[in-house]
């Protein structure tokens, strides 16, 4: 092929308001925003990446005020000029260069990878190795902090048959309140809908010995991080004490966390996230680590937009092994996009668009009008 040089690298922050306030441990979100790349190559070819997180800087390390800022001054002056067809040698140039900054690393590769599928005219998911399914399950999360208000919310999506499964988030309010809530849920939406449950770190240990135990007992699905991320060894003795299965999400962020997490079985299910491991072929090789010691995986997400959840689902797609379906409903809870072809969801599944790339294009028009000004 011929040589193809990165020219430049357009980053914009967008503001888009939530349907509903979406209450987590951490932080309330009324909008979301979400830092836009536009990469353009030499050939005329466009990729398109999204870094975005969750609640400014509450969730992680990475603000999208700091991930653009970023992306101009440390990622651009790298990149720009540099043969754009080899993504892992330009993923391993930003490595040696910018430690940490897996989300920014995420929304980069993703316009890399779109760029060289436009120019193929293949998928994403074709670049990594071919998908074995067009489609995958996608859960909703309750979450407007009012238990009635969370149960209507279910059982529309039931009836409508949007979704079928249902996470709650809590941890923060009193453990006895917010398990009088889970409770209070799973009742309202009956025995054959699964329920699961994410506390965001916000217990310790022995807090969450005594909520699991309360919650495996309502005939919860699946726990999702009790404890702060840092605590591998209590996530373990967590694991190994309960029946019901123990998630790890915030703990399971990058290739490495995966493998030590692993070796000490901390964790039975791990949630993968684009934004957490620096990128989708870091995904596919934490779900090799997974594959090899029995974890079962899940396809999770930072409540990206429309560009950061086909990324995922390009990703996940590949992966034959994803137990527990995904969560990538994140533009189902924003009031407007700003994509021409919007992802169709339906029957508790969402559709991964055909491509070329991601298969998503850009509305220039939303853009300007949801950009931060
Ligand atoms: C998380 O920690 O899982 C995913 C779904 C949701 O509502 O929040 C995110 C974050
Ligand atoms: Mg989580």
Redesign the pocket.
């Known amino acids: 092929m011929r040589e193809v040089q990165i020219e430049s690298i357009e980053t914009t922050i967008v503001d888009l308001p939530t349907i509903r306030p979406?209450h987590?441990s951490m932080a309330v979100m009324r909008n979301q925003t979400m830092v836009i790349v536009r990469l353009f190559c030499s050939d005329g070819i466009e990729g398109l990446g999204e870094a975005t997180t969750?609640g400014g800087l509450s969730?992680g390390d990475e603000s999208p005020e700091g991930m653009k800022l970023t992306i101009d001054t440390y990622v651009l002056p790298l990149l720009q000029g540099k043969s754009a067809l080899s993504v892992n040698a330009l993923m391993s140039l930003l490595d040696h260069h910018i430690k940490g900054n897996y989300f920014v690393k995420s929304a980069i590769e993703t316009a890399l990878l779109d760029a060289q599928g436009k120019r193929l005219g293949v998928t994403v998911s074709d670049l990594l190795g071919g998908a074995v399914s067009r489609t995958l399950p996608v859960l909703w999360?309750l979450?407007s902090g009012d238990t009635s208000k969370d149960i209507q919310e279910a059982q529309e999506f039931i009836a409508n048959g949007r979704h079928n499964t249902f996470?709650l988030?809590i941890g923060r309010n009193d453990p006895k309140v917010d398990i009088a809530h889970v409770v209070a849920i799973k009742k309202g939406v009956g025995p054959d809908i699964k329920v699961t449950v994410?506390i965001?770190q916000a217990w310790s240990e022995s807090v969450a010995k005594q909520g699991i135990t309360l919650l495996q007992d309502a005939g919860i699905d699946l726990i999702?991080?009790p404890i702060v991320k840092t605590n591998f060894d209590g996530l373990a003795r967590l694991t190994q004490y309960f029946r019901v299965p123990i998630m790890a999400?915030?703990a399971a962020g990058t290739v490495s966390d995966a493998f030590k997490l692993a070796k000490i079985g901390g964790g039975s299910v791990f949630?993968l996230?684009i934004a957490k491991s620096g990128g989708l072929i870091n995904i596919q090789k934490q779900a090799a680590i997974a594959q090899g010691a029995g974890i079962s995986l899940y396809g999770?997400?930072?409540?990206e937009g429309t560009i950061g959840t086909v990324a995922s689902a390009q990703v996940f797609s590949t992966i034959p092994t994803l137990d527990w379906g995904t969560?990538l409903?994140?533009p189902l809870?924003l009031t407007d996009d700003i994509v021409k072809n919007r992802i169709s969801y339906g029957n508790g599944v969402l559709e991964i668009p055909e491509g070329p790339g991601l298969g998503v294009e850009l509305d220039m028009n939303q853009v300007e009008k949801y950009k931060r000004k």
């Open positions: 979406h987590l969750i969730y999360t979450a996470k988030k994410d965001n999702e991080q999400d915030e949630a996230k999770g997400t930072m409540l969560e409903f994140g809870l």
